[in-house]
């Protein structure tokens, strides 16, 4: 391929690259997008079942909401979006509670019948009883904001599991606060102004964001495999990590991953029991369940019913796992050690190759939702002359 007929290579087929792929093309540029997978839309890949119309999200649940008005606008250029908004129930004993923690998750915990001020001075007094003014660890954080029994019973068991080690092993900057409401409301996203799933799921918009005739679309590409064929000349937006690309010369960035194990079921059937309960993801709170979360993704559809009360389901389990240099990145960890890792990577790259920019949430080495992934591609896009 002559990659000097390109204005612009971008390595990434995510919301960040196709939207800065898009930004640039409208203005004109010719730009080349490579991804390594067979697919667009990166992590927020969704794809529908032929035979039941159930849209699977490939890489675990994706729920798009957002308080960006410009954002909002620019998506939804490509898509249409349902009005599912996001609820989701922690499992204890068998027992739904929703969570965030609000005043039903406290009633139902204690058994009680408190009204938001009287439980706001509960929960105050649980969170005094353990004396902990200067907290050394997680554990102890925890304890101090919510008291004993609402940390153990819904934050330790699930924090423990998703990072695979000891509540007093983790640090207690972790945990800045633990959300707790004194009302009815379980909406997941409180504060988010915009919420919902795209009614052809997350594929077709990134399809719809990279139809353009300026844009040419390479899947199945690693660019570590063709870094060599790439003039200087040619300015590129790499959205992958940054130490593969320089070869993990000065070590590997620390990630925590996950593993998904999936199934189909028939809710008439026992082994489908779960999923009659209509929620689209729960979350495990307990020691004994090695998963964090179930998905049932059929239940983000509210726009097609006959998707949703069909007896299929596919039901997909959510294990976290240790990350291995090559495995799936997703969630970065954020220390000052890594960051500081990170930094000498970020200096080596320019150095070395000082046409390639990073950007997108590996590329960042930050966890982004989708809405500052894409909000961020569109400042840069504006910034970018190419
Ligand atoms: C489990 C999970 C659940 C999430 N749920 C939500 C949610 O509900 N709502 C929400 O807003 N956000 C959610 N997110 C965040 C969301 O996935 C990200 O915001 C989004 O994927 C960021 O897009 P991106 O383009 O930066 O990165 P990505 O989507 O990761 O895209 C990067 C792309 O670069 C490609 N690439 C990397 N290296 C190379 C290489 N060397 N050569 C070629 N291609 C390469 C990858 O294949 C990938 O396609 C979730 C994330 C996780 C991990």
Not at 19 to 32: D, F, I, N, S
Not at 324 to 338: C, M
Not at 347 to 367: D, F, S
Request: hydrophobic residues 35%; negative net charge; aromatic residues 12%.
């Amino acid at each position: 391929m002559d990659y000097t007929k390109f204005d612009l290579i971008v390595v990434g087929a995510g919301f960040y690259g196709a939207t800065v792929a898009e930004r640039k093309a409208a203005e004109g540029k010719k730009v080349l997008v490579i991804d390594r997978r067979d697919h667009v839309a990166g992590n927020a890949f969704s794809y529908r079942d032929q035979e039941t119309g159930i849209e699977i999200h490939k890489y675990g649940s994706h729920i798009f909401h957002t308080e960006d008005d410009g954002v909002w606008d620019y998506i939804t250029k490509f898509t249409d979006f349902n009005d599912y908004v996001h609820t989701v129930p922690t499992r204890h004993d068998g027992k739904l509670y929703p969570m965030p923690i609000n005043l039903d998750t406290i009633n139902l915990l204690y058994g009680t019948d408190m009204g938001p001020e009287e439980a706001e001075k509960f929960v105050a007094e649980e969170a005094a009883k353990a004396g902990i003014t200067e907290p050394k660890n997680f554990e102890e954080k925890g304890i101090s904001l919510v008291g004993e029994k609402l940390y153990t019973t819904f934050i330790k068991n699930y924090s423990e599991k998703q990072w695979n080690t000891s509540a007093e092993n983790l640090s207690a900057d972790i945990l800045s606060r633990i959300p707790v409401r004194y009302s009815h409301d379980d909406r997941y996203f409180m504060t988010a102004k915009h919420q919902g799933i795209p009614v052809d799921g997350y594929g077709k918009i990134v399809e719809n964001m990279l139809d353009n005739k300026n844009i040419t679309l390479k899947l199945s590409t690693s660019f570590v495999s063709i870094i060599d064929q790439i003039p200087e000349s040619v300015p590129v937006v790499f959205c992958g990590q940054v130490d593969e690309l320089l070869n993990y010369e000065l070590g590997v960035l620390p990630y925590r991953s996950l593993r998904f194990e999936a199934e189909w079921v028939n809710e008439d059937e026992p082994e489908g029991a779960d999923s009659k309960l209509g929620h689209a993801v729960i979350n495990e709170a307990d020691s004994d369940v090695a998963y964090t979360r179930t998905h049932f993704y059929k239940y983000y559809q509210i726009h097609e019913p006959e998707v949703m009360n069909q007896s299929k389901s596919y039901v997909v389990r959510e294990y976290p796992a240790d990350f291995r240099r090559g495995g799936e990145a997703y969630y970065p960890i954020n220390n000052a050690e890594n960051e500081e890792l990170y930094e000498q990577y970020v200096e080596l790259l320019h150095e070395r190759h000082p046409n390639i920019m990073l950007g997108g949430r590996l590329g960042a080495y930050k966890y982004w939702d989708m809405d500052k992934a894409i909000r961020f591609a569109l400042d840069f896009a504006a910034n970018l002359e190419v």
